[in-house]
């Protein structure tokens, strides 16, 4: 007879339902009262998704006070990045002591934003910069570089983390 | 006796190069090269001593050679009424400011490794500790019954069977690969590895009978580097495709594959062109069929 | 005309229930598994192959992706493992964020085992419930390692960085909510007649056949067995730490359910010590620039949340390539107890038995 | 002449907006099949979960067959055991279908250059759109997935079966 009743009547679906519902309630107040802003979905393409200081995204070279290419070609990332998606060739330049990248290529469809790279820098030449939004309709898109990419070599708008920052 | 295998480079046609920048430049890859290994990093107590034998040897020899130049120096000098050259100073190895402690093989003094072969006698090869493991290499034949004796001894009472794997030594003469089983006593908190050496086309017995628990670890042994157990239930590959050819782990098997990049797909979206049928898995995992030529 | 037939009929490799792309093979007789046969390999990425032509600061970022719910652990392993073969000495600090890394990402990890799992036997609500909290873990992550999932959060011979600024206030703030929320899971779950139904009884194994057969981690704990590599063989700075190895006797679905979440609350407690107790000072070791091995193998075991990683090296002398690169994955090894847990049961208790196995199949085939 | 002009403007008119409506329509309810291979599908969980609300874009409907489904995800590695049966998985699904490549691993094989490994999916099946990232952050896959529907929105019934028409004659 008591199975048959509570087959009959969902008790276990009220007692879901109330959780629920004493969660939604809980959280509505509390965050009404606190003025905060009580729902956790993001609203990513209408509110700029923040990204922690030290996310790693996409290899962006740096430019001096000067407009000068840091990068002096030890090649250290190119010899340490796991997947071999840099390869640089060395080359010179009027009015330049160090050497000077005349090709830095950058296979992003690779990459794997390990941030190896910008570890065994040097001469803090590179970065990872904080841009995620990558995606792109062909596959020739990722390949970027000295030659014929626009903003590799711009610093990301974003600032980021260094570790004379902590 | 098996020789250093050498690897026959079979032929394959380079898949042609798409034009475009994105295009990685495989023949070029270094996971394409193979590069066999000249010697055999097999840890053992007694190679460790001979080595350290030998280099104390070496040194004494060119302290001695450094002392002989510098007498005949010396005398040279004298007959010639010039200075006498300075005495050598015996070199110190160079002590490096680091963390780093590098383990080296000891003797073995616990009493599992003791008992081990106080049971096996001669069948036991080696015994030593390293870096705190306890390592025992027994005869390639008696692997099944140290097993047992490990599994159902009361003072060993070694209950799992933690890991299973093999290592290739192609330079090495007289076998040509290492099984190592990893064996666990919950009980008493130990570990402790058995080490087999074993010859191409020799097959080992089965550790099923004793700890179920091999059975997927010895398939994956044979899938990646072609050891067969003897008396296991079902030998077949677990990883690759039951057709691979070839097994990955030797080395002298490039990191990528013999030929595989050969692909092709064509568009095929309103399904009114001729469908590209799936065929039966092919040599190398897989096959598509190419649509005829109109 | 009613002959008695055996049907034959493969689950997977897409399956929504297999956790990614594995494929069972069964026998059935009715609604009864006469013979179950799981097949692995579809994602075979031969990482040890990989392996053995990196060097050894390189080889972490492989680690990373076997088993993707748990980077960090496996990045433990792997540095833990390295360690042993170089002989390093890690400074404490970095002993302790280290611990406090792997027991976040024991929580993640247990986490999204725990939202799958439910939304395998049809509990929706704990699926959204459970990765709201993992969403902040993750946020730790990044703030730590830079990334939310394969994080690269290790370096042989301690950490990259030390912990970034604030990072205290986001773990204080998490381990204030965190046991509320386990309760609002339990009270989704613990009484509820559906998954009580589906759990209890469904895919026992008992002690003798899981140790038979190698299974470890919480599976392992819940047939009885009180074996945790925390505590049997301490490594990182667990031997400092104070907590409990929840076990059960019941082996079943439903005693893993619950050795699980008791699992989550001593990680809370281990936080919040690692937090307490944290030491000052350096977080990497004094290492020569190039790390070259001599000949040498090393074994090493760590408790993931899956059960026993292990991680089996050979050096070579004055190489910085790794000679052979084994892993003993925790999930290979329990899926092989699959067969066991299935045979005799329904069918529909093979998706109980594959989600309270807890695999990935990242790691599974490496 | 002038009834040569009506028609074809006729013709323009009508189909131009029964192809907005209906690009429309599919871009705002995008299917996607289940379909997770490695690490990016966890990523690809996580965007359907509670924080990044898939939903919100009318492609929160995650099924289990692809013959309900209209995209695609392919999210992680792409081995030549598991090939094939992305083909046939990719055969099963109803026109107009779109995938999406989630991560390197299926873009370009990722890091994983090994014998065993497909080297990006798009030698299996077409792909639409590309993401990079090892995974990606769901934010990138909602950026990818916004650029899918971007995709759709402007793409039109002659151009998708140029070739064939091209071919059938």
Not at chain 1, 17 to 32: C, D, E, P, S, W
Not at chain 2, 249 to 268: H, M, S
Not at chain 3, 152 to 168: C, H, K, M
Not at chain 3, 312 to 336: C, D, M, T
């Amino acid at each position: 007879m008591n199975k048959i009743l509570r087959t009959l009547i969902p008790f276990d679906i009220a007692k879901g339902l109330a959780i629920t519902g004493k969660h939604f309630a809980k959280v509505f107040f509390t965050a009404n009262r606190r003025k905060v802003p009580f729902h956790i979905v993001s609203e990513y393409p209408e509110v700029v998704a923040k990204v922690q200081p030290r996310f790693r995204g996409r290899l962006t070279l740096l430019k001096d006070e000067q407009g000068e290419i840091k990068c002096v070609c030890c090649l250290a990332c190119e010899k340490i990045c796991p997947t071999q998606v840099i390869t640089i060739e060395k080359g010179k330049k009027e009015g330049r002591k160090m050497p000077f990248p005349v090709r830095y290529d950058f296979e992003m469809e690779r990459c794997i934003f390990c941030e190896f790279c910008v570890e065994s820098c040097g001469f803090d030449s590179i970065i990872l910069n904080h841009q995620f939004e990558l995606a792109a309709y062909n596959r020739e898109d990722f390949s970027l570089g000295m030659v014929g990419a626009e903003n590799m070599f711009e610093p990301s708008n974003v600032g980021k983390f260094s570790v004379a920052d902590d | 006796m098996s020789e250093p295998v050498v690897p026959e480079t079979p032929q394959v046609p380079e898949p042609e190069a798409p034009s475009g920048p994105y295009v990685y430049d495989y023949a070029a890859s270094p996971q394409r090269q193979i590069v066999m290994p000249k010697t055999v990093p097999l840890p053992s107590l007694r190679t460790y001593q001979a080595e350290v034998k030998a280099a104390a040897e070496a040194d004494e020899a060119k302290w001695v050679k450094m002392q002989a130049d510098f007498e005949t120096a010396k005398a040279k000098a004298e007959a010639e009424g010039k200075d006498a050259p300075k005495p050598p100073v015996r070199p110190v190895p160079r002590k490096d400011d680091n963390d780093m402690k590098t383990p080296w093989p000891q003797e073995a003094k616990d009493a599992d490794l003791l008992r081990l072969q106080e049971c096996l006698g001669a069948k036991v090869e080696e015994i030593f500790e390293q870096a705190g493991e306890l390592t025992c290499q027994v005869a390639k034949e008696s692997i099944l019954e140290a097993l047992q004796l490990c599994r159902q001894d009361a003072q060993l009472n070694y209950e799992m069977l933690a890991d299973e794997t093999a290592t290739h030594y192609p330079a090495a003469t007289g076998f040509a690969f290492s099984v190592v089983y990893h064996l666990t006593s919950i009980s008493r908190r130990k570990r402790l590895r058995l080490r087999i050496l074993v010859p191409e086309g020799f097959q080992p017995e089965t550790a099923c009978a004793v700890y179920p628990g091999a059975n997927w670890m010895e398939r994956e042994i044979y899938d990646m580097l072609g050891i067969r157990f003897a008396n296991h239930p079902d030998m077949t590959r677990i990883l690759c495709p039951e057709d691979w050819e070839g097994y990955p782990l030797r080395k002298d098997y490039p990191t990528v594959g013999l030929g595989q990049r050969d692909i092709a797909f064509r568009e095929d979206r309103g399904g009114m062109l001729e469908r590209i049928a799936l065929q039966k898995a092919g040599q190398l995992g897989i096959n598509l069929k190419q649509p005829k030529a109109d | 005309m009613f002959k008695n037939e055996e049907m034959e009929i493969n689950l997977g490799p897409q399956h929504p229930s297999t956790h990614g792309v594995l494929r069972v093979k069964l026998r059935l007789d009715g609604e009864t598994i006469t013979h179950c046969r799981p097949m692995i390999g579809y994602l075979h990425r031969g990482v040890e192959k990989i392996c053995e032509n990196q060097t050894f600061f390189q080889g972490q970022v492989w680690t990373d992706r076997m088993d993707y719910c748990s980077a960090v652990a496996n990045n433990l392993g792997w540095a833990e493992a390295n360690e042993k073969l170089f002989g390093i000495t890690v400074p404490r600090r970095a002993q302790y964020i280290r611990t406090m890394l792997n027991e976040f990402n024991r929580l993640a990890s247990h986490l999204i085992w725990l939202a799958t799992h439910a939304l395998d036997i049809g509990a929706m609500t704990v699926f959204l419930y459970a990765f709201r909290e993992r969403e902040d873990i993750l946020d730790m992550n990044e703030a730590f390692c830079g990334s939310r999932l394969t994080t690269t959060a290790f370096r042989i011979g301690g950490l990259r960085e030390d912990l970034p600024p604030g990072f205290e206030k986001m773990v204080q703030k998490f381990l204030a909510k965190f046991p509320s929320c386990l309760e609002e899971y339990e009270n989704l779950l613990n009484e509820n007649r559906i998954w009580k139904k589906r759990t209890i009884g469904v895919a026992k194994l008992g002690a003798e056949d899981a140790i038979a057969m190698g299974v470890t981690g919480p599976v392992l704990r819940a047939a009885g067995v009180p074996y945790d590599i925390r505590k049997a063989f301490p490594y990182a700075a667990y031997a400092e730490m104070d907590f409990e190895v929840p076990t059960r006797t019941e082996a079943d679905t439903y005693a893993r359910y619950l050795v699980r979440m008791d699992e989550m609350r001593q990680s809370a407690r281990i936080i919040q010590q690692c937090m307490d107790g944290m030491p000052e000072g350096p977080v990497m070791a004094k290492l020569p620039k190039i790390l070259k091995a001599e000949v040498n193998e090393v074994y090493h075991a760590t408790e993931a949340p899956k059960g026993e990683i292990g991680y089996y090296l050979v050096g070579e002398k004055g190489s910085s390539n790794p000679y052979r690169f084994h892993v003993r994955a925790p999930g290979f090894i329990n899926l092989q107890s699959l067969p066991k847990m299935a045979e005799g049961g329904l069918i529909a208790d093979i998706v109980a038995a594959i989600g309270t196995l807890d695999i990935v199949l990242g790691e599974i085939d490496r | 002449m002038g009834i040569n002009q009506l028609s074809t403007l006729e013709h323009i008119l009508i189909t131009t907006k029964v192809e907005k409506v209906m690009n429309w329509s599919r871009a705002t309810s995008v299917w996607p099949v289940t379909f997770g291979l490695a690490c990016c599908a966890i990523e690809m969980m996580a965007a359907g979960a509670s924080r990044f609300d898939f939903d919100r874009f009318g492609a929160g409907i995650f099924r289990a067959t692809p013959r309900q489904a209209d995209l695609m995800i392919v999210a992680g590695t792409v081995t030549y055991k598991m090939a094939p049966i992305i083909k046939t998985l990719y055969d099963q699904m109803p026109e107009p279908k779109w995938v999406i490549a989630m991560g390197s691993c299926a873009t370009a094989g990722g890091p994983f250059d090994s014998y065993h490994t497909v080297q990006g999916v798009d030698k299996v099946i077409p792909v639409d759109v590309y993401i990079p990232g090892c995974p990606p952050r769901p934010e990138s896959l909602i950026y990818g997935f916004m650029k899918l529907q971007d995709k759709i929105m402007t793409s039109s019934l002659a151009d998708r079966y140029k070739d064939i028409f091209e071919e059938v004659g």
